[in-house]
């Protein structure tokens, strides 16, 4: 069975202070890929990042990193510097071959706020 | 523009109404699926179609069925609105992937109210 696990639920920032969200990701299959998603008040999915599980490089984006420990089985995600604009809910998913008809497995989210 | 549509963005039942939403994408996808999300659970799979003609169930299909009549369309349908299916409900579609996972495109989402 796969698994996601966002036990953060809601974190609170200052403008400028750098954030951390966690993730924990269970499988036994070999072959994953995991996302991290944003939606933002307004409603919609955003997609941030792709990463499958043979590529343990971690990625910097702007402000925007994510780092992948298949050792421990995380797939963190750091915004530094944060602003009042990444306010937002932030998932990590998952997706394998064991997953039915290829469907995205998400983590019950993590809610940010960023305040100025 | 290329991607998925949702229709309606809102709308209010009531309990033991009926009615289906629609999701339409224009990308050629083999995949597409329904979620809800609830404050606190995350988005959770409803069903979700690997072509036209099929239909399987995901994580919580009680109370919802799907139709794939069409490959651009997935039809999500409530036959007796309960109060507990209040939610936002998106759908999703994915190329044909095999062991590839690239594609996932979401639609802007619907949300139902049921009193």
């Known amino acids: 069975a796969q698994k996601v696990t966002q036990a953060q639920t809601e974190i609170s920032v200052v403008e400028k202070e750098d954030v951390t969200l966690d993730c924990v990701y269970e499988?036994?299959?070999?072959?994953?890929?995991l996302f991290w998603y944003k939606q933002p008040p307004s409603g919609e999915l955003v997609f941030l990042i792709r990463?499958?599980?043979?590529?343990?490089q971690n990625e910097i984006s702007g402000r925007y990193s994510w780092n992948f420990q298949k050792s421990t089985s995380s797939f963190n995600f750091t915004i530094t510097a944060s602003q009042v604009v990444d306010s937002a809910v932030y998932f990590c998913?998952?997706?394998?071959?064991?997953?039915?008809?290829?469907?995205?497995?998400f983590g019950k989210g993590t809610s940010l706020l960023v305040t100025p | 523009n290329a991607g998925v549509t949702q229709t309606p963005k809102f709308r209010v039942l009531k309990t033991g109404q009926s009615m289906t939403l629609l999701c339409a994408q224009d990308?050629?996808?083999?995949?597409m699926y329904w979620y809800r999300q609830d404050p606190g659970m995350g988005l959770r799979l409803i069903h979700y179609?690997?072509?036209?003609?099929?239909?399987a169930k995901g994580e919580v299909p009680d109370g919802y069925n799907v139709s794939r009549l069409k490959k651009q369309n997935f039809l999500l349908g409530l036959e007796s609105a309960a109060p507990s299916q209040t939610s936002v409900y998106f759908c999703?579609?994915?190329?044909?992937?095999?062991?590839?996972?690239?594609?996932?495109?979401f639609g802007s989402g619907t949300r139902l109210t049921v009193v």
């Open positions: 179609s690997v072509g036209e003609g099929t239909t």
């Open positions: 990463r499958n599980s043979f590529d343990e």
């Open positions: 990308m050629n996808h083999e995949y």
């Open positions: 499988t036994r299959d070999t072959t994953y890929y």
């Open positions: 999703a579609s994915n190329i044909r992937a095999d062991t590839r996972f690239y594609g996932y495109t």
């Open positions: 998913a998952l997706i394998t071959n064991s997953n039915s008809g290829y469907a995205l497995n």
